[in-house]
């Protein structure tokens, strides 16, 4: 059992309880003890894609928690919270709505190499302890700036501001049609009607950590008001996206019979972005022994090397004709 289940995860749902849904699964579909692991944590207030890896893909875990990722989320105006999002104590009140115009012009200044303070509530660990853990007790948590890059930022709807008469937001977080514009639309709408907007949606590839409730605090202070997180939706990690991702239910259907190849994805789905390098049966058997092989003609980098039945044997730099072992698979 080697692997990947792409879990669409709901809300509510924290990543260590949808590893244990997905053992309980295994169980039930009588794959006995399965190893199980998770590429990349998505807060329980959070949806969207979380990759599971079985057995020979946990492998591969790490290299998921360092690739980049894709979110949609909405910023709601007027209110900051401890923890950034909608759960938290409100610490701060801004009247300022911004306009679509003002928050455009201040999304370039978040595009790029960046750098960012996370928030108080988040896993990091400061003097041994978890930063959440110590914020709970109340006590104050000085966090430092790190560098994250934000490849790209954009605007996909937005909702006008209360005092424009609008309705705001639709449930889930995602604008009502009344009261929204998509981005790159034709409805124009007359100017005094969009002097500010209560809550804006939008999507943003970036790189490992980089936390979007803190870009969303920094671009509401950037605005000239406050702001937090009411919507957080995670549509891409590393090589997988929300088409490839399956529901809690049809999760259960694998434990009740659900055949395989409709819940599991092959070990190199996880390899799609990395090249694949033909092995011959000698270098093979040479790199699944985690010996040196040399005497390649290929370029220098990382590979992913497969035998002649096209199952992955490990990846592979390649340096000067010569093949390293970074990590193998006991397939």
Sequence with gaps: ?????????????????????????????????????????????ASGVLPIALGEATKLCGRMLDASKVYDFTVRFGTETAGLDAEG???????????????????????????????AFSAIRIDGQRAYDRARKGEAVEMKARGVTVYSLQTLAFGRAAGAGAVGLAPG?????????????????????????????????????????SLARDIARAVGSVGHVTM????????????????????????????????????????????????????????RQGRVWTGVSTHDGLYWGRDAENRPVALIEALAGRLKVVRGFNL
């Excluded at 260590?16 to 006995?32: D, S």
């Design 1 to 45: 059992m080697n692997g990947w289940i792409i879990l669409d995860k709901p809300l509510g749902l924290g990543s260590t309880q949808a590893v244990g849904a997905v053992k309980r699964v295994c169980r039930e579909a009588g794959l006995g003890k399965v190893k199980v692991g998770h590429g990349g944590t998505l807060d329980p207030l």
């Design 89 to 119: 104590e409100v610490v701060a009140i801004s009247e300022v709505r911004p306009t679509l115009a003002e928050i455009e012009a201040v999304l370039p200044r978040f595009t790029g190499p960046i750098e960012q303070v996370p928030p």
């Design 173 to 213: 977080g995602w604008p009502a049609p009344a009261a929204t514009k998509r981005a790159g639309s034709q409805v124009s709408l007359p100017s005094q009607e969009w002097q500010g907007v209560d809550e804006i949606t939008l999507t943003a590839h970036v790189s490992k950590g980089t936390y979007i409730r």
């Design 232 to 287: 957080l939706r995670r549509t891409k990690a590393g090589p997988f996206t929300l088409e490839q991702a399956i529901s809690l239910d049809k999760l259960r259907a694998f434990g009740q019979g659900a055949a395989q190849s409709e819940i599991i994805l092959p070990l190199e789905a996880g390899l799609v972005d990395i090249p694949a390098l033909d092995l011959s049966p000698e270098a093979a058997g040479a790199i």
